[in-house]
Structures are given as structure tokens and as C-alpha cells.
Nanobody, 115 residues
């Protein structure tokens, strides 16, 4: 059973920053791809960013230039650094991981961007 534990969400003002962390059970190297997805109220889930085991990254157009995904192999952790946050970034953010064509999801962490 794969578990993904997210942390770092919260309330921030527009223009502010947050950093999310995701720690998987088991080695980070066992996952071909890890990333973050989000779901805003009344909207479909959106893939925000992912990073492969080789370090290649992909971003949704809506966050390019503002969000950065990274991984620290020594800490077995994937991060999502979010900057210049906007109210439309308000959503529940989920850590996701892929291994052997199976997708795993964390429980999610709420991020609210509001003045």
C-alpha cells in the first residue's frame, strides 16, 4: 500500500508564496513519476506539475513561470514551490505518484489564496 503524505498548505495573500512537500512510503526512486494535481470547487481536477525519476519536469500552462517542482532524493521528498499566487490557485492540492502504470494519490492539502 503506497501512502503519500502532503504538508505545507495553508492560507496566503495574493502575490504570496507557499511550498508543498510530499513524502512517499518507500523510496522515491521506485516511482517513475511524481507530481501535484489540484481541484478547485466546482472544477475538474487539473495536473499542475510532475517530475520524472530522471528529473524532467512538466507544468500546466496556468502555472508556468510561477510554480517549480523539485525533488530531494536525500530527503525522499518532492516539493512544489508556488510563487506569485493568485486567487484562482485556490484548491485542494494532491500529491500523485506513478509506479508500474499505477497511480497513487495523497489525501490532499487545502491552499487558499485570499486577501
Amino acid at each position: 500500500q503506497v501512502q503519500l503524505v502532503e504538508s505545507g498548505g495553508g492560507l496566503v495573500q495574493p502575490g504570496g508564496s507557499l511550498r508543498l512537500s510530499c513524502v512517499p512510503s518507500g523510496s522515491i526512486f521506485s516511482f517513475a513519476r511524481m507530481g501535484w494535481s489540484r481541484q478547485a470547487p466546482g472544477k475538474q481536477r487539473e495536473l499542475v506539475a510532475h517530475i520524472t525519476s530522471g528529473g524532467s519536469t512538466t507544468y500546466a500552462d496556468s502555472v508556468k513561470g510561477r510554480f517549480t517542482i523539485s525533488r530531494d532524493n536525500t530527503k525522499n521528498t518532492v516539493y512544489l514551490q508556488m510563487s506569485t499566487l493568485k486567487p484562482k490557485d485556490t484548491a485542494v492540492y494532491y500529491c500523485i505518484a506513478n509506479r508500474r502504470n499505477n497511480d497513487y494519490w495523497g489525501r490532499g492539502t487545502q491552499n487558499t489564496v485570499s486577501s
